[in-house]
């Protein structure tokens, strides 16, 4: 499958950076990708996506520093600008794409603002379906800044070991450990999931609430979130990206990612696990002729059946009751010689009765070069989901008070 992949405002915008990043060269999913921002400062620091595909909108109207989480505001922004952005994505390569995928965190104004007119917009134009890729607001967030509060990057969590994060300057120096103090991300994260309802072709959102640690700010924590949840959508998509030097035996494809997240906004959370395996052989040359190591049996089974309890039952991109989902795909990847047949048939139906014996789709990955077995889980049409149902209880006591 080939997506056209769309980050709008901050969130959307890093996600997609990260995307781009984590997808493998030789099995490239992304057809195209875009990054659009009110805020003009933060478009340079996407340095995957090309240049010419960063896209600074609603200076026309005074906005050079982002929405500052102004959601009407950022509503009719999208609608006036959605046209201009449409004209920037035919520049690209829209028309071979299978279908899109828009990358947003809710809970602010610009990525909340312009996704339901983009994806109307789409939808409109095109056949293909429309996913969203929505982050969900953490509590923290809501907590007005205090007076003194740390600043971003300042807080006392060590960072993490491998990040690349290294951002300084002023663009965020008098933000909180959060980021911007968000006091209405709840309503407005849940305003612009009922505006999705009946226009994205699904909605996979991420539960920055789960994902970030105890104590963790935003800011220290959002590189690592990203990357965790690129990895997730990688594996899945990927899976389905036409690749020239290994055929799985059960091939994913658009169609089949298709009908399991379904066409009628259906809430899909991901599931991952992964096992670093014993490759040996030498890892010169195409990998054509090279020997396939010797696996013992017991080990590839193992590994499968234990990638495959992790994607199952490790946390989510949003937790939800499992056996709640409609509809799920299981995809098992890895070096062809640990991809146990038997182990993979039966991860299917350990994943058929977690979500009470609804049919599910399987397929599998092989990776000559990889150096893991993994397994990616997709549970469709899951609520529902009680984080949705906490944020929307948030929005009715701000209602209240
Ligand atoms: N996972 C993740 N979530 C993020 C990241 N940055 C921001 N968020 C979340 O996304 C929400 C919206 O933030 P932004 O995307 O920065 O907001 P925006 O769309 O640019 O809108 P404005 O800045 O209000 O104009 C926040 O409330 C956070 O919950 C990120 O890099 N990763
Ligand atoms: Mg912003």
Redesign the pocket.
């Known amino acids: 499958m080939q997506l056209e992949v769309i980050g ?8 997609v950076d ?1 995307i781009r990043a984590a997808e493998p060269a030789d099995r490239s999913f992304v057809a195209d990708v875009f990054a659009f ?3 003009g400062e ?1 478009l340079p620091k996407y340095t995957d996506v090309p240049e010419s595909h960063r896209y600074q909108y609603g200076q026309d109207v005074g ?1 050079d520093a ?6 009407q505001r ?1 509503l009719e922004v999208g609608e006036e600008h959605v046209d201009e952005l449409e004209r920037v994505l035919d520049r690209g390569a829209s028309a071979a794409a299978d279908g899109f995928l828009v990358a ?11 996704v339901p007119a983009l994806v109307a917009t789409l939808q409109r134009r095109y056949d293909e379906p429309v996913y969203v890729l929505a ?4 509590d923290r ?1 809501f907590e007005p800044a205090v007076d003194g509060a740390p600043e971003a990057g300042r807080a006392d969590t060590p960072p993490e070991n491998g990040g690349g994060s290294s951002e300084s300057g002023s663009a965020i120096a008098s933000e909180t450990a ?3 103090s ?1 006091p209405n ?1 709840a309503a ?2 849940i305003e612009t999931l009922e505006r999705l309802d009946g226009l994205a072709s699904a909605i996979v959102p ?1 539960d ?1 609430e789960r ?1 970030l640690r105890t104590g963790e700010g ?1 800011v220290d ?3 690592r ?2 990357r965790e ?1 690129a990895r997730r959508v990688t594996a899945v998509f990927a899976a389905s990206a036409a690749s020239g030097d290994s055929v799985a035996e059960t091939v994913i494809d658009a169609s089949d990612i298709g009908r399991v997240m379904g066409n009628e906004t259906a809430v899909v959370s991901l599931g991952y696990g992964e096992q670093p395996v014993e490759t040996g052989g030498s890892r010169f040359g195409l990998g054509l002729f090279a020997t396939e190591p010797d696996v013992e049996t017991s080990s590839a089974v193992s590994a499968v059946e234990t990638v495959v309890r992790k994607g199952i039952h490790d946390t989510l991109t949003l937790e939800c009751e499992r056996d709640a989902a409609e509809r799920a795909l299981l995809i098992v990847g890895g070096p062809p010689a640990w991809l146990n047949r038997r182990a993979i048939a039966e991860g299917r139906g350990t994943l058929e009765s977690t979500i009470g014996g609804r049919g599910i789709l399987g397929g599998d990955a092989p990776r000559p070069d990889g150096e893991a077995v993994f397994a990616a889980v997709v549970f469709a049409d899951v609520e529902p989901v009680d984080r949705l149902e906490e944020l929307r209880a948030a929005t009715q006591e701000r209602h209240r008070v």
């Open positions: 709008i405002g901050g969130a959307g915008c890093q996600i990260a921002d009110t805020d933060a906005l982002g929405l500052d989480g102004e959601l950022g947003v965190g809710l809970g602010g104004a610009t990525g909340g603002g312009t982050t969900l607001p953490a967030e959060n980021g911007p968000r991300a407005n994260a991420f920055n994902w935003l924590g959002r590189d979130c990203n949840l």
